[in-house]
């Protein structure tokens, strides 16, 4: 049983959570809302995730989409750009809620604990954006998925890869762990999805990605101290790896499935009666 209250306007399922958690620094969000637009990596990520809507969303009917961790509603605005999805937002945390409202004050946007939605065969598909990483218990985060879909429903996730990048970057950031494929994949399939599709991501940009990772690893790190180095890179190199990434998507949009990566995308299907 889901008791709803309701805190700044949102329908909060898990109070308790509302107001912040260690799972995700908070001055995240207002740092976000200023890179995603710009940024190399926010934005080939979302082309990614829009193109595989596409490919494994039916469209004969308005599908009804939840995203888990929207955080401050940047993939959602995508998503709404696409103008065919019935879309619900969904945080633990109401100060990314807060700037998501802002984006897209017309979206339903709703206060949720991950592991536990308060929903059961609701959704067509269910989306979660380098959100699994943050929490203790991925594998009640994956079950609540599959009760919340649709018989048939997908599930489309992407997060950090490879535990050898490693370094302070996923310490400050509150990951809890990053993937590898195969640990992914029977993670899905242990909950009951069928894989449909999974690839790697950051391909081109691999070894880059490492020599920076590698420098950090031996940097103490404290949550309250997040690291930026990253992410506020100038305009020259930003553009760089825009074209690099251009690579990526381009062999995944043919259907590939590239081995490696500092991302892992992966697409699961419930199964149906």
């Known amino acids: 049983m889901h008791e709803a209250v309701t805190i700044d306007g949102f329908t909060c399922y898990a109070p308790t959570l509302a107001l912040g958690s260690n799972d995700f620094p908070i001055e995240v969000y207002s740092r976000f809302c200023l890179l995603e637009n710009r940024h190399f990596w926010f934005r080939a990520r979302n082309r990614i995730i829009l193109r595989t809507f596409r490919r494994y969303v039916a469209r004969n009917e308005r599908p009804r989409i939840l995203e888990v961790g929207c955080g401050t509603g940047y993939v959602l605005q995508g998503l709404a750009a696409e103008k065919c999805y019935e879309i619900t937002g969904a945080d633990s945390n109401i100060e990314g809620l807060r700037y998501a409202r802002r984006r897209l004050p017309g979206i339903e946007l709703v206060q949720v604990d991950a592991r536990n939605l308060p929903y059961e065969s609701e959704f067509d598909a269910i989306g979660a954006f380098d959100v699994i ?31 050898w990048l490693w370094s302070s970057v996923d310490e400050r950031a509150g990951h809890k762990r990053r993937y590898a494929r195969q640990v992914l994949l029977d993670k899905l399939v242990a909950t009951g999805f069928d894989i449909s599709y999974v690839t790697s991501f950051v391909t081109t940009l691999l070894p880059v990605l490492y020599v920076l990772r590698s420098a950090k690893r031996s940097h103490s790190s404290t949550v309250a101290n997040v690291d930026w180095s990253e992410l506020e890179i100038r305009q020259i190199a930003n553009g760089i790896c825009s074209a690099a990434m251009l690579i990526d998507e381009m ?15 992966a697409v699961g299907r419930k199964k149906k009666p």
Do not use: M, N, W
């Open 133 to 163: 990483e943050h929490v203790a218990e991925d594998e009640a985060v994956l079950t609540s998925f599959y009760r919340a879909l649709k018989p048939g429903g997908i599930v489309v996730l992407t997060v950090p890869q490879h535990q």
């Open 251 to 265: 062999l995944i949009g043919c259907g590939i499935s590239l081995p490696a990566g500092g991302s892992l995308l």
